[in-house]
T-cell receptor, first 114, second 109 residues
Framework: DGGITQSPKYLFRKEGQNVTLSCEQNLNHDAMYWYRQDPGQGLRLIYYSQIVNDFQKGDIAEGYSVSREKKESFPLTVTSAQKNPTAFYLC?????????????FGPGTRLTVL | GQSLEQPSEVTAVEGAIVQINCTYQTSGFYGLSWYQQHDGGAPTFLSYNGLDGLEETGRFSSFLSRSDSYGYLLLQELQMKDSASYFCAVENYGQNFVFGPGTRLSVLP
């Protein structure tokens, strides 16, 4: 079955530690995205990538970093510079951008920083 | 700046029709999408409008007026399973996606 996987589903970290969230897709999609969602809020774009080895900052990139070394993978690192990292993180992919653009989302990772 | 506005909550009864509005202000505009998200779950795509007018997909329809920077999602024959949050989203010319704050729909028996 094609889809997007994120791991782990729940993640706990101590304050000051970097943590990397995994996102893998087997949909052969070129574009991938990372969003952050806080309780009762909408999704905010952290980073996106339209092609391998290229990525762009979204609205809230500070304190986060990404890489896109393979088409299938787009890991997100939450660094210690992120002041309030506890949130629900969603990864998505789409076949393209600029027009009709159905994004397929993974199940998400709930990060809690203690 | 870029912003989208939606009502925060809507309540309706089973079998009814409900309309969720979305107004937007963005730098450049490709189209308006709608997503559904159940509590604790991931968003799922519902519809897309790139041109003015109405798009119908089963019980759901979506409308766009580019001149008014306005769109809506229309849900007909409401079912209990439609209780969820609904988000409008805009893709602007920078391929930057902006989501609205979401509308929580409660369907009552």
């Amino acid at each position: 079955d094609g889809g997007i996987t994120q791991s782990p589903k729940y993640l706990f970290r101590k304050e000051g530690q970097n943590v990397t969230l995994s996102c893998e897709q087997n949909l052969n999609h070129d574009a991938m995205y990372w969003y952050r969602q806080d309780p009762g809020q909408g999704l905010r774009l952290i980073y996106y990538s339209q092609i391998v080895n290229d990525f762009q900052k979204g609205d809230i990139a500070e304190g986060y970093s990404v890489s896109r070394e393979k088409k299938e993978s787009f890991p997100l690192t939450v660094t210690s510079a992120q002041k309030n990292p506890t949130a629900f993180y969603l990864c998505a992919s789409s076949s393209g951008t600029g027009g009709y653009n159905e994004q397929f989302f993974g199940p998400g990772t709930r990060l809690t920083v203690l | 700046g870029q912003s989208l506005e939606q009502p925060s909550e809507v309540t309706a009864v089973e079998g009814a029709i409900v309309q969720i509005n979305c107004t937007y202000q963005t730098s450049g505009f490709y189209g308006l999408s709608w997503y559904q998200q159940h509590d604790g779950g991931a968003p799922t795509f519902l519809s897309y409008n790139g041109l003015d007018g109405l798009e119908e997909t089963g019980r759901f329809s979506s409308f766009l007026s580019r001149s008014d920077s306005y769109g809506y999602l229309l849900l007909q024959e409401l079912q209990m399973k439609d209780s969820a949050s609904y988000f409008c989203a805009v893709e602007n010319y920078g391929q930057n996606f902006v989501f609205g704050p979401g509308t929580r729909l409660s369907v009552l028996p």
